[in-house]
């Protein structure tokens, strides 16, 4: 697939770098509230448009799973370009649960913390909450056939694609932040997150 990306540099130099992950259905167009800001404090940033959003190609989501690797890709292309690069990983909703399975993986020394901002624990567990929230249906007669599909199109699994079972893997810090009411993501996704980190963290509740 050919992805887009997006950087906006400081006009004067610095290393202090961002890899943002925008959320499901988003872009990195609509980072740019949370983008602004992070520019506003210094940062230069790299935001690309995950697979099948925005400006990227592909006909599917990765569900912050499958763009773990792109990710990383876009990663090895930052440190090449920016050796002495001071990269810290952010990302949203499902951004964020793509940066902390990025975080889990071995990491270039030029990313020294991750900031996960509304994850998820697992692919199952959010499309488990939605199917609830919105169709007020069991999940599992429907999550299962899904995932037969979604396995053989495309090999993704939602049960495989745990976050939660990755962050132990981190060991660089993490600031985790959630929404007391996030109706989207609970706010339980969180505090399982923050249980199963082994690095040091800090968790900021809205």
């Keep these: 697939l050919q992805l887009q990306g997006y950087i906006y540099e400081q006009p004067s130099q610095t290393n202090q770098w961002i890899l943002a992950a925008h959320g499901y259905t988003g872009s ?24 099948g959003h925005g400006q990227s190609e592909g006909n599917y989501y990765g569900m912050g799973w499958l763009d773990q690797q792109d990710l990383k890709d876009w990663l090895e292309l930052l440190v090449a370009e ?3 690069a001071k990269i810290t990983l952010y990302g949203v909703s499902m951004g964020a649960s793509a940066v902390l399975n990025l975080a889990s ?23 488990e909450t939605q199917i609830h929230s919105i169709l007020k249906l069991p999940a599992l007669p429907i999550l299962n056939p ?3 599909v ?7 699994d939602f049960y495989e694609a745990s976050t939660v079972e990755q962050v132990p893997n981190i060991d660089i810090p993490v600031f985790y ?9 609970p706010v339980e ?18």
């Design 28 to 51: 990195a167009r609509q980072m740019t509230r949370w983008n602004r800001q992070l520019y506003e404090l210094g940062y230069n940033i790299l935001v690309p448009d995950l697979r």
């Design 82 to 84: 920016h050796q002495n």
């Design 105 to 127: 993986t071995e990491l270039p020394p030029q990313v020294d913390s991750v900031i996960a901002d509304s994850g998820f624990t697992s692919v199952a567990s959010i499309f």
């Design 146 to 148: 899904a995932n037969t």
């Design 150 to 156: 979604s396995k053989f199109r495309i090999g993704l």
């Design 177 to 185: 932040i959630h929404g007391a009411n996030d109706t989207f993501v």
């Design 189 to 206: 996704n969180v505090h399982q997150l923050a249980d199963a980190t082994t690095a040091p963290f800090e968790v900021w509740i809205i």
